[in-house]
C-alpha cells in the first residue's frame, strides 16, 4: 500500500486549502483516517479522527476544518477553511487500510509523506 499526499502549500490567513491522500495498491477498503499535524518545535497533534460512522475534531479544527472520502477512489480530504497562521504546521494522514489474506481480514495503518500548510497573517 501507499498514500500519496497532496494540498499543501501557501495561503493568505482566512483562505482555504484541501489536503488529500490517496491509497493505492491491494487491499479492499479505506476503514478510516487520522489527520495530524506538527509544527516547529511541537508535539505531533491530532486534529480529525474519521470512521466510516463519525468524525471528531480536535478544538483547534472543530468548525473549520472538515474531514472525508472517496470511496470509489480510495481517497480522504481534510477541507481546511478560514485558516490561521496557528495552522502552519507539516500536516500527515494516518490511513486505517482493511485487507484480505487467506480470507481473513486484517487492518494496518500507513502513514502519508507529509504535506506543508503555510499560512501568512
Known amino acids: 500500500v501507499q498514500l500519496q499526499a497532496s494540498g499543501g502549500g501557501l495561503v493568505q490567513a482566512g483562505g482555504s486549502l484541501r489536503l488529500s491522500c490517496a491509497a493505492s495498491?491491494?487491499?479492499?477498503?479505506?476503514?478510516?483516517v487520522d489527520w495530524y499535524r506538527q509544527a516547529p518545535g511541537r508535539q505531533r497533534e491530532l486534529v480529525a479522527h474519521?470512521?466510516?460512522?463519525?468524525?471528531r475534531y480536535s478544538d483547534s479544527a472543530k468548525g473549520r476544518f472538515s474531514a472525508t472520502r472517496d470511496d470509489a477512489a480510495n481517497t480522504v480530504y481534510l477541507q481546511m477553511n478560514s485558516l490561521k497562521p496557528e495552522d502552519t504546521a507539516i500536516y500527515y494522514c494516518?490511513?486505517?487500510?482493511?485487507?484480505?489474506?487467506?480470507?481473513?481480514?486484517?487492518?494496518?495503518?500507513?502513514w502519508g509523506q507529509g504535506t506543508q500548510v503555510t499560512v501568512s497573517s
Open positions: 495498491g491491494s487491499f479492499s477498503r479505506v476503514v478510516g
Open positions: 474519521s470512521t466510516t460512522s463519525n468524525t
Open positions: 494516518n490511513v486505517e487500510i482493511l485487507s484480505y489474506t487467506g480470507g481473513k481480514p486484517s487492518t494496518q495503518n500507513w
